[in-house]
């Protein structure tokens, strides 16, 4: 199944620089490990934004969801969800 996911981060102001460092180097090794995986088919920067627009291949809305909490940076999101499948126009033939 496809979902369109939008990531907001909101990390708290005082939060330690150390720590926010260290989430983001986390969030991004498990970020390129499941875009490996090929559950984490493509990732886009929102311009101006602390976001991203996501596009996550999974067996299940559960098994989305529990990829989502293994994100460390999972408890400092707002999070859109919308699955999607492909349109019948599309020329591409790789979309599922």
């Given at each position: 199944m496809l979902f369109h996911v939008?990531?907001?981060v909101k990390l708290p102001a005082?939060?330690?620089p150390a720590?926010?460092?260290q989430l983001k180097a986390d969030e991004k090794e498990l970020a390129q490990s499941l875009m490996r995986a090929g559950k984490w088919?493509?990732?886009w920067r929102i311009a101006g934004h602390y976001a991203?627009?996501?596009?996550?291949e999974v067996e299940s809305v559960e098994a989305l969801h529990d990829t989502l909490l293994q994100l460390p940076l999972f408890p400092y999101m707002d999070i859109e969800i919308n699955g999607v499948c492909r349109h019948p126009s599309s020329i591409y033939s790789d979309d599922r």
């Open positions: 939008k990531m907001t005082d939060m330690d720590k926010a460092t088919r493509h990732l991203n627009y996501s596009v996550f």
